[in-house]
């Protein structure tokens, strides 16, 4: 519908799509701030305090992402301690890992690292939320700066800008990385992609065209023939972990589809891949622990000491820039499924 056309529907835009600055007001979460964004029958939160991750994802009032046992939490100054991470990693729709390290929590050169990282926690600065005529198009948009940095050691900047526009199913994340430091510093990066109920259910499907599929340790071992399918919950099942090595389509780009047959409704993933040229998947049918996780990275998922063994520590050097773009898009019906299982289908040929 043109903008003329509609705007003799509704006397505000707000009536079908809005983006609101929100604080959240008891428990862990008490005091998070937030915009809440909606776009038709598309809802999500972005966490103005939390790397600008986006929470919770719904369509048509179905969840998408997942919410880990501790709940909405905002941030804590000790949430990056070890392994402390399990108590504060809520999951949502993702989680950004990194930028000094991924995975497992370590020690390099006597400076401890936490697991997944810090930038996870930082709260963003110069904020902008705004909705807007672009032509036809109405956008909504949110942006902001994150900093990772330490006297006498790193300066490192992220400024993302996620974007959606009134009438589409989709949102787009656009991450720009600069190190505005004298010296080459590291930059391990991960995006935690977290599928929850009821999109993810018993028969869920995970379409990803990818050449191989590798175990991460014993206890993945021997699951591989099921990794694109999702099981029942079962009471103390350890997590599953496998290594992909995916065919990317003509632009650069690699598409994940997650599908859910008995709601109709499935999401598709789509993101570049020159800067991420590795995928993870993590599967978690433990009973109260049940989430799927697709996870775009930069290094390994054995974390920043298989690098430094390896000597293969991506370094970001002095006032360079990396940019990342991900769109995550809602398939919805029969139609948009099976044009998403032939779209994987191709990328396989």
Known sequence: ?????LLKKVGSVQQLAYVRPITYQE??????KAF???NGALQYQVLADKCLDVGQLSYKGVNFSFLSKPGLQGRGHYDTHGEEALRSIMGGLFFTAGLENIC??????????????RIRTTPAEHLSADAFWEGERYVLRTSGEMREAELFGENLILRRSIETRLGE?????????????FRPEPLLLLYHINIGYPLLDEGTE???PTRSVTPRDEASRGQEARWNVMDAPKDNEPEYVFIHEPVTDKNGNV???VLNERLKLGLRLSYTAANLPRFMEWKSTASGDYVVGLEPSNSSVYGRLYHEREGSVHHLAPFAKETNVLTFTVLDGTAELQAAREEIARLLK
């Open 27 to 32: 428990g862990r979460s008490s005091g998070l």
């Open 36 to 38: 809440d964004v909606k």
């Open 1 to 5: 519908m043109d903008r003329q056309s």
């Open 104 to 117: 497992a929590p370590c020690t390099v050169n006597g400076k401890e690292l936490p697991m997944h990282g």
């Open 169 to 181: 199913k989709s949102l787009t994340v656009t991450d720009e990385f600069e190190n505005q430091g």
């Open 206 to 208: 995970i379409l990803l």
């Open 255 to 257: 598409i994940v589809c």
